[in-house]
């Protein structure tokens, strides 16, 4: 059994946090601002892997020691990427694409050992499926504020769960933090 290193978690994210308590991991937050800008023609593993990193490099900049760990997470559907949206109208117009359909939940995850400078960088990919939602349960849900700060513009913990059919893959990936993949990175560290 590998022991769970203390981490230092470059994310002011709420979910990520809690995922972490869930798996008792021990961890710390120090929050880091970056500009999260796509650049052009970056596909969305390219995207979301670049921000792990970014991340990872900002709070490196301001922790001492320990293990930093820093993910970033997107949505995608027919090659669109759905980042957080921009207001109501926004999440209204994802929350649309999404209705009755696949897609797909991407997160970045970058490991930062800073006694050593040894990064590992990988993502997660979750096929998410949503019941259909009429206009009524769409505007009732982007009322209610929790899509405005979601990448895809709902949340599969929380009130959007009621709209999720089916997922094929890692559940935790979805909320913002895919353990296992954490894990195997942290066991090649070590090993």
């Known amino acids: 059994m590998i022991e769970l290193p203390k981490i230092i978690l470059a994310s002011a994210s709420p979910r990520r946090a809690e995922i972490l308590r869930t798996v008792g991991w021990p961890f710390e937050t120090l929050p880091v601002n970056i500009d999260e800008s796509r650049q052009p023609d970056e596909d969305a593993v390219a995207y979301v892997t670049r921000l792990a990193r970014e991340k990872a490099q900002a709070a490196a900049a301001q922790a001492q020691h320990l293990t930093i760990v820093a993910a970033d997470t997107t949505v995608v559907i027919d090659d669109h990427i759905l980042e957080k949206p921009l207001d109501l109208e926004d999440a209204k117009r994802m929350l649309r694409l999404l209705t009755n359909r696949w897609h797909q939940v991407l997160t ?69 933090l895919p353990v296992r993949l954490l894990y195997n990175l942290v066991k090649q560290h070590v090993q």
Not at 151 to 170: M, P, T, W
């Open 108 to 176: 970045g995850v970058a490991l930062f050992d800073l006694t050593t400078s040894a990064m590992k960088i990988a993502h997660e990919n979750t096929e998410v499926k949503f019941a259909a939602m009429g206009d009524e349960e769409i505007d009732w849900y982007v009322n209610t504020g929790e899509p405005l700060d979601k990448a895809g513009a709902y949340a599969i913990q929380g009130l959007g769960s009621r709209f999720i059919e089916e997922i094929r893959g890692d559940y935790f990936n979805v909320v913002g």
